[in-house]
Nanobody, 119 residues
Framework: QVQLLESGGGLVQAGGTLRLSCVAS????????MGWYRQAPGKQRERVAI???????VYADSVKGRFTISKDNAKNTVNLQMTDLKPEDTALYYC?????????????WGQGTLVTVSS
């Protein structure tokens, strides 16, 4: 079983910076892609950024130029550097990974880490 553990959320003022991290753990798995999603109160979960196995990345329009996703393959981690944060970035941020384990494709979610941006 593959598990994801997020860290790095918190309270920050508008214009501030936060860095989220997510580490994948388990036995005998390989990661296809990892990413970050978020869900604000009363809204649907939305994709923030993903990074593929080849290092290519995709961002939501709302975070382009402000957020940067990166990964460390050796440590099975993905990070999200968030700068120039805005109150509308306030949400529960979830780590997501597409992994292959025992010849099966699995989609795994973390428990979420809360980001609150005050105006």
């Amino acid at each position: 079983q593959v598990q994801l553990l997020e860290s790095g959320g918190g309270l920050v003022q508008a214009g501030g910076t936060l860095r989220l991290s997510c580490v994948a753990s388990g036995r005998s798995f390989s990661i296809n892609a990892m990413g970050w999603y978020r869900q604000a109160p009363g809204k649907q979960r939305e994709r923030v950024a993903i990074i593929n196995s080849d290092g290519s990345s995709v961002y939501a329009d709302s975070v382009k130029g402000r957020f940067t996703i990166s990964k460390d393959n050796a440590k099975n981690t993905v990070n999200l550097q968030m700068t120039d944060l805005k109150p509308e970035d306030t949400a529960l941020y979830y780590c997501n990974a597409g992994v292959t384990a025992a010849y099966r494709y699995l989609e795994v979610w973390g428990q979420g880490t809360l980001v609150t941006v005050s105006s």
